[in-house]
């Protein structure tokens, strides 16, 4: 599968963007995704994912409350609504899919996207 993330910008802090992660070249809903994030100098980080069928969520402390992650698998897509952005949530933001059978809670992904830049002025 391919995956594809877009909607990065630059948006002032208090702001909010969502991230969109199309997949192609099989149907998306027989993968868990996830959205991890790297920020310069930092490792990286898994700040939401959501199960095959979208009935479980995870979020990391730092986004809990105010990142959403949801899919539509009708669509292929997979989403991140992030609201009261915070200068420190810039980074490059990448989408990721695991088989359904894998471990939901694993850090472990079997495809990626490439990322998309998230800045966050004060």
């Known amino acids: 599968v391919q995956l594809q993330a877009s909607g990065g910008g630059l948006v002032q802090a208090g702001g909010s963007l969502r991230l969109s992660c199309a997949a192609s070249?099989?149907?998306?809903?027989?993968?868990?995704m996830g959205w991890f994030r790297q920020a310069p100098g930092k490792g990286r980080e898994r700040v939401a994912a959501?199960?095959?069928?979208?009935?479980?969520?995870s979020y990391a402390h730092s986004a809990e409350g105010r990142f959403t992650i949801s899919r539509d698998n009708t669509e292929n897509t997979a989403y991140l609504q992030m609201n009261s952005l915070k200068p420190e949530d810039t980074a490059d933001y990448y989408c990721?899919?695991?088989?359904?059978?894998?471990?939901?809670?694993?850090?472990?992904?079997?495809?990626w996207g490439q990322g998309t830049e998230v800045t966050v002025s004060s």
């Open positions: 959501i199960t095959w069928s979208g009935d479980s969520t």
């Open positions: 990721a899919a695991k088989y359904y059978t894998g471990n939901f809670n694993s850090l472990d992904y079997d495809y």
């Open positions: 070249g099989r149907t998306l809903s027989t993968f868990h």
